[in-house]
């Protein structure tokens, strides 16, 4: 007890360094002109329904890449440009799809072409032939009988009602539970894993065979319920990829229907049309950056990012995956050219590319600037970096922040959020980490990277790589609150006297 009344005075006096820090009258003019004054919906309708689907290497990329790299220069800030990260492969356009139940009824179905799946030959039709392919002995039965055939693949999974909501926000029981993250050590046994790779070269092995019997077309089930399919698992994009089946992803319902069908004696039918093109002008992988050039002449050189990747799935227009981090993003540092503010370090905005692939973009981008995570050589430009800053969960608002482990940071933060604890409602700070998105690029080097805590909303049931995410679903409130706090957090990184403390390097593989 003595010991801990001793540290208060000191921890006090720590409180009130940190929050000596935020200058509140910048952070007013934040608030009033994201909140007031915001650009978000413009935005939206430019990167979501004007671009489209933002799948790598496709028109719509394109779209969306040119807009933003005209937008930020008219914006007024500096260095707009498409900088290539790489070679990605192939681009994909489509151009037609469609396909229907003629037999024993006629029934149109919801379907999206597999992403870089080829076209079929014209518009195809014929009785639905299903695969039942467990072990090695079941090919033979299949040996040159799938020439031209429509093949279908059962879904996994269930497709019952549900009755629980689609949207919802966390509960601050939720939030606070997220504070002490229970261990996210690999649970996977080293059997369950080579299971996993037998199961999955099994499934190339089928793929393989299907192709080399000459099938037309493979119309497969996938997971969703209510008109929501998830469609993510692309055909190759790299550009040696070999021809392959034209293949159709329809929701589960489909295919189930036709399955009963079938398994009862009724003979199913049906006709369907793909039409696709391959981009092969230009391999290589871009992302959009941006900078706010930093106003003190000791400190510019130094650098605070902050991104969300650019690119898309194809089933529709991306909005809330993610465009929705690339909205606020651009707002954020239109927030801060608006407000007249002039940050003491460099802002640097990076809308990434190839993320859906394997964070390409963002992984590119850090080897070339920063530094190898393989060989662990680092660049001189790895020094000046202070922190990036990751939204990439949809579009629901900002509840806290993912630490990813640097504890040092937590004091430093929760001062940072105490002007914004009007709009950030039982705000959460967590040692814990997040995964799957382009902070990881950037933390792999011990560079402080940060993803934020978000209301999920629809995202892992109506929008998540669906044919449902479309601007409907974006919730322009909560890209305003979400952009305040991005640029609080880099304009308060910007002008701090030192750069954010850093975890340990990790040791070379």
């Known amino acids: ?44 309708f430019q990167l979501v329904d004007k671009a489209g689907p933002r799948l790598s290497n496709s028109e719509g990329y394109e779209r969306a ?22 070679e990605f492969g192939r681009g994909w356009e489509m151009e037609k799809s469609y396909v229907a ?15 870089w799946t080829e076209s079929t030959k014209g518009e195809v039709s014929g009785k639905v032939v299903f695969l039942e392919i467990q072990k090695e002995d079941d090919f033979a039965k299949y040996k040159g009988k799938l020439k031209g055939a429509i093949i279908a693949i059962k879904p996994t999974g269930t497709q019952e009602p549900t009755f629980e909501p689609d949207a919802v926000r966390y509960t601050a029981e939720q939030l606070h539970g997220m504070e002490q993250p229970t261990s996210r050590e690999n649970n996977y046994t080293p059997e369950m894993l080579a299971q996993y790779r037998a199961a999955r070269e099994f499934a190339t092995k089928v793929n393989a065979f299907i192709a080399e019997e000459g099938a037309a077309l493979i119309i497969k089930g996938v997971n969703g319920r209510h008109g929501t399919l998830f ?17 159709l992803e329809t929701a589960p319902e489909n295919v189930n229907l036709m399955a009963r069908l079938s398994e009862n004696g ?21 992302n959009v950056i941006s900078e706010i ?12 990012m902050l991104g969300g990747h650019l690119d898309s799935w194809h089933g529709a227009n991306g909005a809330t995956d993610n465009a929705a981090g690339c909205i606020v993003m651009m707002e954020a540092v239109r927030i801060l050219k608006a407000t007249g503010l002039q940050p003491k370090r460099t802002v640097r905005i990076a809308l990434w590319g190839g993320e859906e692939q394997g964070l390409h973009g963002s992984r590119g981008y850090v080897k070339n600037h920063f530094g190898d995570r393989e060989t662990m050589e680092l660049k001189p430009e790895h020094e ?74 629809e995202y892992s049931t ?23 706090v991005i640029a609080s957090f880099v304009y308060n990184t910007a002008q701090r006297d030192e750069m954010l403390p850093r975890k340990e390097l990790p040791q070379r593989e």
């Open 1 to 44: 007890m003595k010991r801990k009344l001793l540290l208060l005075p000191v921890l006090l006096l720590a409180g009130m360094t940190l929050a000596q820090e935020v200058e509140l009258e910048a952070i007013e003019k934040i608030k009033k002109e994201g909140l007031e004054n915001s650009k978000v919906e413009e935005i939206a």
């Open 65 to 86: 890449t040119a807009y933003a790299v005209k937008q930020l220069s008219d914006w007024g800030l500096e260095n707009a440009v498409a900088e290539p990260w790489g």
């Open 101 to 115: 139940m003629t037999k024993p009824y006629y029934m149109p179905f919801i379907a999206i072409p597999k992403a």
């Open 231 to 247: 469609t993510s698992s692309p055909r190759g994009y790299l550009k040696d990829t070999p021809e392959g089946v034209p293949e």
């Open 266 to 286: 009724v003979e199913v039918e049906v006709e369907a049309e793909v039409k696709t093109r391959y981009r092969n002008d230009d391999l290589q992988g871009y």
């Open 293 to 304: 050039l930093g106003s003190d002449p000791t400190l510019k050189s130094e650098i605070v």
């Open 384 to 457: 000046k970096i202070s922190a990036y800053y990751n939204i990439d969960n949809g579009t629901g608002r900002v509840r806290g922040i993912y630490l990813q482990g640097n504890a040092a940071v937590e004091p430093i933060f929760n001062a940072w959020f105490a002007p914004l604890d009007d709009i950030v409602e039982d705000r959460t700070i967590t040692i814990g980490n997040t995964g799957g998105t382009d902070h990881l690029s950037f933390d792999a080097l011990s560079i402080p990277g940060f993803q934020f805590i978000q209301d999920p909303i």
């Open 462 to 484: 109506r929008t998540h790589h669906t044919n449902m995410d479309t601007f409907e679903r974006l919730e322009l409130d909560d890209l305003k609150q979400m952009a305040v």
